[in-house]
Nanobody
Framework: QVRLVESGGGLVQPGGSLRLSCAAS????????MGWYRQAPGKQRELVAT???????DYADSVKGRFTISRDNAKNTVFLQMNSLKPEDAAVYYC?????????????WGQGTQVTVSP
């Protein structure tokens, strides 16, 4: 069974920085993509950033140039460095792991970590 555990959320002032971490444990076989999504109150969950095992990244337009996703494949850990945070970045951030093996695709989620951006 795959488990994702996030850490690093909290309260930060506008313009500040936070670093989120997510460690995946369990049997992870196949091609995988790790990423971060977020959900603000009253809004749908949205993609923030993803990264493949080979290091190919993708970002939402709203965070390009401010957020950086990275991963440590040896530790099955993904990070999200968030700089120049804005009030609109406040949300619950969820770690995601997508695994593809043969014809089977699996989707795993962490429990979420709260990010609050406020003076």
């Amino acid at each position: 069974q795959v488990r994702l555990v996030e850490s690093g959320g909290g309260l930060v002032q506008p313009g500040g920085s936070l670093r989120l971490s997510c460690a995946a444990s369990g049997s992870i076989l196949g091609i995988n993509v790790m990423g971060w999504y977020r959900q603000a109150p009253g809004k749908q969950r949205e993609l923030v950033a993803t990264i493949t095992g080979g290091g190919i990244t993708d970002y939402a337009d709203s965070v390009k140039g401010r957020f950086t996703i990275s991963r440590d494949n040896a530790k099955n850990t993904v990070f999200l460095q968030m700089n120049s945070l804005k009030p609109e970045d406040a949300a619950v951030y969820y770690c995601n792991l997508k695994v593809s093996l043969s014809a089977t695709n699996s989707d795993y989620w962490g429990q979420g970590t709260q990010v609050t951006v406020s003076p």
